[in-house]
């Protein structure tokens, strides 16, 4: 089958902000994402996609449950996102600038050999602050 997913080098990898280099590292050509705003395409439209949501977005994965076959992986995550500028209408909450918001993620991803060939994500929004 191949070497194994590193899920702990993706994570590093994709923390760095280089989405480009996180999709040729780990993507498929032919990947596909699903969620709840629809699905994306192929590593160029992923790439397209993550660079346009991390402009002024640093986001953070923090893994919080990762569970691992050799064609399957299912990760429950923290996202965090550290706002370097207001986006009031950011497709998980309204952001401003300078905040940090936390939400949780599921995702299932189906590996091909040692790269992510599709995923699938599902999130909730975070709790109101106190």
């Given at each position: 089958?191949?070497?194994?997913?590193?899920?702990?080098?993706?994570?590093?990898?994709?923390?760095?902000?280089?989405?480009?280099?996180?999709?040729?590292?780990?993507?498929t050509r032919d990947i596909t994402i699903t969620m709840p705003l629809g699905t994306l395409n192929g590593r160029d439209e992923v790439v397209g996609f993550?660079?346009?949501?991390?402009?002024?977005?640093?986001?953070?994965?923090?893994?919080?449950?990762?569970?691992?076959?050799?064609?399957?992986?299912?990760?429950?995550?923290?996202?965090?996102?550290?706002?370097?500028?207001?986006?009031?209408?950011?497709?998980?909450?309204?952001?401003?600038?300078?905040?940090?918001?936390?939400?949780?993620?599921?995702?299932?991803?189906?590996?091909?050999?040692?790269?992510?060939?599709?995923?699938?994500?599902?999130?909730?929004?975070?709790?109101?602050?106190?």
């Amino acid at each position: 089958m191949g070497d194994p997913m590193d899920y702990d080098g993706y994570i590093k990898t994709y923390n760095q902000g280089d989405d480009a280099a996180t999709a040729q590292q780990y993507y498929t050509r032919d990947i596909t994402i699903t969620m709840p705003l629809g699905t994306l395409n192929g590593r160029d439209e992923v790439v397209g996609f993550l660079s346009r949501g991390h402009a002024g977005i640093p986001e953070e994965l923090k893994p919080r449950m990762v569970l691992q076959s050799e064609e399957h992986i299912l990760a429950e995550l923290d996202i965090v996102l550290r706002a370097e500028r207001g986006v009031p209408d950011h497709f998980l909450t309204p952001l401003v600038a300078g905040q940090e918001v936390t939400v949780r993620f599921f995702a299932s991803y189906d590996l091909r050999s040692d790269r992510i060939a599709a995923f699938r994500l599902a999130w909730w929004p975070p709790a109101p602050p106190t």
